[in-house]
């Protein structure tokens, strides 16, 4: 997926980031998809990969506001200048780490089902089994993740079938992000972010917490710390994109998915992907010609 990328000068300076830190990011980018499944060496490798891709852009295009999904909320902060891309890769490497540390509990999607039926679902299950299970990532309508310990989130998908969901897919992660069973490793990854330097956005983040704009370096960095046990309401950022003016949504980084997120969010949405430095250069013909 870094194809093209790793010669780019943003790129060189976050591989020499990413060694001093003790991960050999260049080799992970050049194997193979069970070399960068790691969550702790997945997660730096998007960051360079989105970060690289968004160097790539025109710098004429105007840019209402960023947003990113889980993870690549950093790459946000870093196209809106709220980090610099060697802090971003230094804190996005301890996240990964902090979070691979937690081993316990896993995540599943929910296919056809509303997010109010779905909370009403894991509701439903703590209080009736005491096992931790919550909605983790809001994607899209009839699209959601729960997250919570293994038998939770088993109960809650047997029992979302039974209520009318269509799917419940088992995802392959190593633990159960975006959930309370976060709570350690988010306070061992907060004391990198505290020492980080964040600076105010401009253009603004919209975060994944809330889906609002942040203006400032404070706001932000708050809500990245909440980041970790909070959910992903990415169809709140959406709204929250459009709302703002953003006529076109560009999609930086590998695969297409988020783009057709937004369609099914905000139907008739103006979507680009871009996945190599030749389409991020062309970037502004593409918007013109579609």
């Not at 010669?7 to 990011?25: F, K, Q, R, V, Y």
């Not at 702790?40 to 209402?64: F, G, M, N, Y």
Request: charged share 20%; proline share 5%.
């Amino acid at each position: 997926m870094a194809d093209g990328l790793t010669a780019l000068p943003i790129a060189e300076e976050m591989l020499g980031t990413a060694s001093e830190s003790g991960l050999d990011l260049r080799s992970a980018l050049s194997g193979d998809d069970e070399q960068l499944r790691p969550t702790e060496i997945a997660q730096p490798a998007l960051l360079l990969v989105e970060c690289a891709l968004r160097s790539a852009l025109p710098d004429d295009i105007e840019v209402v506001a960023v947003a990113g999904h889980s993870v690549g909320e950093y790459a946000a902060a870093v196209a809106a200048g709220a980090l610099s891309p060697a802090d971003a890769m230094r804190i996005v490497i301890e996240r990964g780490r902090a979070m691979a540390s937690m081993r316990d509990g896993t995540m599943a999607a929910l296919i056809g089902i509303d997010v109010d039926l779905a909370s009403a679902v894991c509701d439903d299950v703590r209080r009736e089994t005491g096992e931790a299970v919550v909605v983790a990532n809001l994607n899209a309508p009839g699209q959601l993740v729960i997250s919570g310990t293994r038998d939770g989130v088993d109960a809650a998908g047997k029992l979302a079938l039974e209520r009318g969901a269509r799917r419940v897919i088992p995802l392959n992660v190593s633990g159960a992000f975006h959930s309370p069973l976060m709570t350690v490793a988010a306070a061992r990854f907060a004391r990198t972010l505290d020492g980080a330097t964040v600076s105010d956005p401009e253009p603004p983040v919209v975060c994944n917490v809330d889906g609002r704009a942040v203006r400032s370096a404070d706001e932000l960095r708050a809500r990245l710390r909440s980041q970790l046990t909070a959910p992903v309401r990415w169809i709140d950022c959406v709204h929250t994109l459009v709302d703002l003016g953003a006529e076109t949504l560009v999609e930086v980084g590998p695969g297409t998915v988020l783009s057709g997120l937004a369609r099914r969010i905000v139907p008739g949405v103006r979507t680009v992907s871009v996945n190599t430095a030749d389409a991020g250069a062309r970037l502004d013909v593409a918007m013109v010609a579609g």
